[in-house]
């Protein structure tokens, strides 16, 4: 049978994905983006220093990480050198957005997949928040409701946790979990002049000079984020991966693992990063190289060539182009299926034992889950990279912010040369993202965004090789072919951002 399901909820953006199932068994998966976009046409001719403004608007979840991969494009670009100071508001700028992010994923997209809310029934506290949402539940269940109690019900039918305990604390983690968000975002904010889209970040550093009173905010709030990831965030996560085991070997991607590498150490785009770069092909890792990108678009909605190296990207829609199902395009490293994102992220970075907390954090939750960093390909495993990944740059943070040299420079100096060509790699939160911009007569004459979920949620290749988040569907057992609850599970586990993946 066919089971269409779509648009796929709590995500952004409009994501269908197409199956076949047969025998309980999803035999085909199409991950269809519904949506055109096209800022990529819109940029040429511009301004080149527009650029890191406008591709942040691609997204109002993970603009910064446009920003930063455009400034890092641009500052490639003109050869510019940029000042410390200016490096590390980059990574001050940008890693709040990953805390927040996060915690923005695992309790508003994707917890209620597993948190049973109707234990809120139970709740005998006098938490108003908790007392709202019991309400709203009661209310709903017994269809007296007078509006919808979205986004908890209705749900899909399935098993959830069922420890009251910990779905109530959880559910009181989701509402806690908005203020958070906000200190992370109001943390970026100081240095980028306001969320989502950051005037302040520049190619060459930033605008905002980050003084001692700047700095000491930003700690204090990213001392709370770090707090709540601790206390709140990680213990949900493995109580998600207690109730749940079988997702350890669930939601499965069959390809390879791409990073572009998360925050430079040093003010040069090379300088070794926090997070390494590099690409996992079987037991292979080997060095990341731009031009083995080509982005294919039998299966998109395009009738520009396909198979184009990113430099020489085109986009030319193509509403009724035949056997062509999406409106993303499928790029591919040498030929093959990338996943990119937090799994890739960890993995790539353990495997080459670039940082040691990656290793020990890897080490210690594999332990206590009894697992392999084989199983991290998982939807268990995305979570769970997720959240390492959290306590990571929520360290790194506290330390970063010691090493401004306070009265230093935090911008390059600079005029714009006339012509020029530059890459900009970067770790959005949702993975590895690659700005291309060319430069000519002081004007974009072409600029390509390669984007994390265009990878996960590719369509087939030239191929007929199927996108990681397709491959991940591929197989999967579920129990009610028409909900689904195991697809959505799988799906929500790579976050998609459709926004982003056609920009
Ligand atoms: Ni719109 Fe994004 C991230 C980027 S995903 S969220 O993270 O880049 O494709």
């Known amino acids: 049978m066919k089971v269409d399901i779509g648009p796929v909820t709590r995500l952004e953006g409009h994501l269908s994905i197409h199956t076949t199932v047969e025998n309980n068994v999803i035999t085909n998966a199409k991950s269809v983006g519904e949506m055109f976009r096209g800022f990529e046409v819109l940029l040429r001719g511009r301004d080149p220093l527009d650029a890191q403004q406008i591709t942040q608007r691609i997204c109002g979840v993970c603009p910064y990480a446009h920003g930063i991969a455009s400034s890092y494009a641009q500052e490639n670009a003109y050869g510019l050198k940029v000042p410390p100071n200016g490096r590390i508001l980059h990574n001050l700028i940008q890693g709040a957005n990953h805390l927040y992010d996060y915690l923005l994923h695992f309790y508003q997209l994707c917890g209620l997949d597993f948190v049973d809310v109707t234990a809120i029934l139970k709740y ?56 958070i968000q906000k200190k992370a975002n109001k943390a970026s904010a100081i240095f980028g002049g306001k969320f989502p889209h950051a005037t302040a970040i520049f190619p060459g550093g930033c605008t905002q000079e980050p003084t001692m009173d700047y700095l000491a905010s930003y700690r204090s709030l990213i001392l709370e984020v770090r707090d709540f990831i601790h206390k709140k965030y990680i213990p949900d996560i493995l109580a998600v991966a207690a109730a749940f085991p079988k997702y350890w070997s669930i939601g499965q991607s069959r390809g390879g693992f791409l990073s572009f590498g998360l925050m430079p150490l040093g003010p040069e785009l090379d300088s070794k990063r926090l997070f390494a770069s590099g690409v996992l092909s079987g037991k292979r890792m080997a060095q990341v190289d731009f031009d083995a990108i080509r982005e294919d678009v039998k299966y998109s909605r395009y009738s520009s060539p396909s198979g184009l190296k990113v430099k020489d990207g085109e986009l030319i829609p193509s509403v009724h182009k035949s056997n062509a199902y999406s409106w993303v395009k499928a790029p591919r490293y040498q030929g093959k299926v990338m996943e990119v994102g937090p799994t890739a992220r960890i993995l790539v970075d353990y495997l080459q ?56 420079l935090y911008m390059a100096q600079y005029d714009l040369p006339r012509s020029g060509e530059g890459f900009g790699a970067t770790e959005a939160s949702r993975g590895a993202l690659l700005h291309y911009i060319r430069v000519e007569n002081y004007k974009i004459e072409k600029y390509e965004c390669v984007v994390p979920t265009t990878w996960n949620c590719s369509p087939m290749d030239d191929k007929d090789q199927s996108g990681a988040l397709e491959s991940a569907l591929i197989g999967t057992r579920v129990a009610n072919p028409e909900e689904q609850i195991e697809s959505n599970r799988i799906v929500h586990s790579f976050d998609p951002c459709l926004g982003c993946a056609v920009h």
């Open 124 to 179: 005998k506290g006098s938490d108003s928040d908790l007392v709202t949402l019991k309400d709203w539940v009661k209310a709903e269940l017994a269809s007296k409701s007078s509006f919808p109690a979205a986004p908890f019900l209705p749900r899909l039918s399935g098993r959830y946790i069922s420890d009251d305990e910990i779905n109530i604390g959880a559910l009181k983690h989701y509402i806690e979990s908005l203020e």
């Open 353 to 408: 034992n670039n940082n040691v907390q990656v290793r020990k954090l890897v080490d210690k939750f594999a332990g206590m889950a009894g697992i392999q960093a084989d199983n991290l390909n998982s939807v268990l495993g995305r979570h769970l990279c997720r959240a390492i990944t959290a306590v990571v740059v929520a360290d790194f943070l506290l330390d970063e912010i010691e090493r401004i040299d306070i009265g230093g």
